[in-house]
């Protein structure tokens, strides 16, 4: 059984045991301006990327918190980056499916931290920052791409302070990468 996926660098990723050595960034970005939120359920010409998501998420971040360690911004901007493999799965299929995902998740997750220079797994202060700025997104996301009522949304996804003048606009595959890599470089360069 084949258990790599080869990616456009050239890379063959192993998915059981994922080596840093075998990551690129730009496999990374290229790979989640092409993953759709929401399973393509959105309004607009372009489905709303994870790499989109991903900024907004580090942007979040930044606005919740204001003086967030460059490593901690890194790792919102990553904190979905194992989705260029496997692909956003949503959360009730997640719990449906019958094997360690979260643990698969982690792994390849882990792999890519120490490959772009953070730590594999954050302090929980920063992973509960980064679950708050997640939070929020799923939010804004919710009502201004998916068809949710400002209701509905805050009963499921609960209710975000201080997201009130963010507006999401979804751009073709192509603009979010670039917009995904320079972000990246930015804070590459903070670190």
Same mark, same amino acid.
């Given at each position: 059984?084949?258990?790599?996926?080869?990616? +456009?660098?050239?890379?063959? +990723?192993?998915?059981?045991?994922?080596?840093?050595?075998?990551?690129?960034?730009?496999?990374?970005? /290229?790979?989640? !301006?092409?993953? @759709?939120?929401?399973?393509?359920?959105?309004?607009?010409?372009?489905?709303?990327?994870?790499?989109? /998501?991903?900024?907004?998420?580090?942007?979040?971040?930044?606005? *919740?918190? =204001?003086?967030? &360690?460059?490593?901690?911004?890194?790792?919102?901007?990553?904190?979905?980056?194992?989705?260029?493999?496997?692909?956003?799965?949503?959360?009730? *299929?997640?719990?449906?499916?019958?094997?360690?995902?979260?643990? #698969?998740? /982690?792994?390849?997750?882990?792999?890519? /931290?120490?490959?772009?220079?953070? @730590?594999?797994?954050?302090?929980?202060?920063?992973? =509960?920052?980064? =679950?708050?700025?997640?939070?929020? !997104?799923?939010?804004?996301?919710?009502?201004?791409?998916?068809?949710?009522? &400002?209701?509905?949304?805050?009963?499921?996804?609960?209710?975000?302070?201080?997201?009130?003048?963010?507006?999401?606009?979804?751009?073709?595959?192509?603009?979010? =990468?670039?917009? #995904?890599?320079?972000?990246?470089?930015? +804070?590459?360069?903070?670190?």
């Amino acid at each position: 059984m084949r258990a790599w996926q080869r990616m +456009l660098s050239g890379r063959r +990723l192993n998915l059981l045991e994922p080596s840093p050595l075998d990551i690129e960034i730009e496999d990374i970005a /290229h790979g989640l !301006s092409r993953v @759709a939120r929401w399973n393509g359920q959105t309004n607009g010409e372009w489905a709303f990327s994870v790499a989109e /998501h991903s900024v907004l998420v580090e942007s979040l971040t930044r606005r *919740f918190r =204001k003086n967030i &360690p460059p490593a901690w911004r890194m790792a919102a901007l990553l904190h979905d980056a194992a989705e260029y493999v496997i692909g956003d799965l949503i959360s009730p *299929f997640k719990a449906a499916v019958g094997f360690d995902y979260k643990g #698969f998740e /982690h792994s390849l997750q882990g792999a890519i /931290h120490i490959r772009l220079g953070i @730590a594999a797994i954050p302090p929980d202060s920063a992973l =509960k920052l980064i =679950k708050r700025a997640d939070r929020a !997104s799923v939010y804004l996301e919710a009502v201004q791409l998916a068809g949710f009522t &400002p209701a509905e949304a805050k009963q499921i996804f609960g209710s975000p302070r201080g997201i009130e003048n963010i507006a999401l606009s979804p751009v073709p595959p192509a603009q979010a =990468k670039q917009i #995904f890599l320079d972000r990246f470089e930015l +804070l590459a360069g903070l670190i």
